[in-house]
Nanobody, 127 residues
Framework: QVQLVESGGGLVQAGGSLRLSCTAP????????IGWFRQAPGKEREGISC???????????YYSDSMEGRFTISRDNAENTVDLQMNSLNPEDPAVYYC?????????????????WGKGTLVTVSS
């Protein structure tokens, strides 16, 4: 069972940036496709971005159409993390942000096929 742990959430002013990090103690994230998702209160969970594994996709990155440009996903294999850099945060971005793992990336903004999920990290944006 892969246990994912997110970190880096918090309170940021509108227009600011945050960097979220996903890790999995005891597991090599490089072997999995890792996606970032978010769920705001009263809304469905939506996919933001996904990066493929080294074995199936050569670390190719995918973004939901509405997220590309402000969000950047990346791997740090030495640290065993997958990060999500978020810029120009606005009042539509507050949510619980989750990372998830699977053999392959889903068709964003969906989350079909993601097998393992973290507990999430809360992002709040002040105006």
């Amino acid at each position: 069972q892969v246990q994912l742990v997110e970190s880096g959430g918090g309170l940021v002013q509108a227009g600011g940036s945050l960097r979220l990090s996903c890790t999995a103690p005891g597991f090599t994230l490089e072997s999995y496709a890792i996606g970032w998702f978010r769920q705001a209160p009263g809304k469905e969970r939506e996919g933001i971005s996904c990066i493929s594994s080294s074995d199936y996709g050569d670390h190719k990155t995918y973004y939901s159409d509405s997220m590309e440009g402000r969000f950047t996903i990346s791997r740090d294999n030495a640290e065993n993390t997958v990060d999500l850099q978020m810029n120009s945060l606005n009042p539509e971005d507050p949510a619980v942000y989750y990372c998830a793992a699977a053999w392959g990336c889903p068709a964003l903004p969906g989350d079909y096929g993601m097998d393992y999920w973290g507990k999430g990290t809360l992002v709040t944006v002040s105006s």
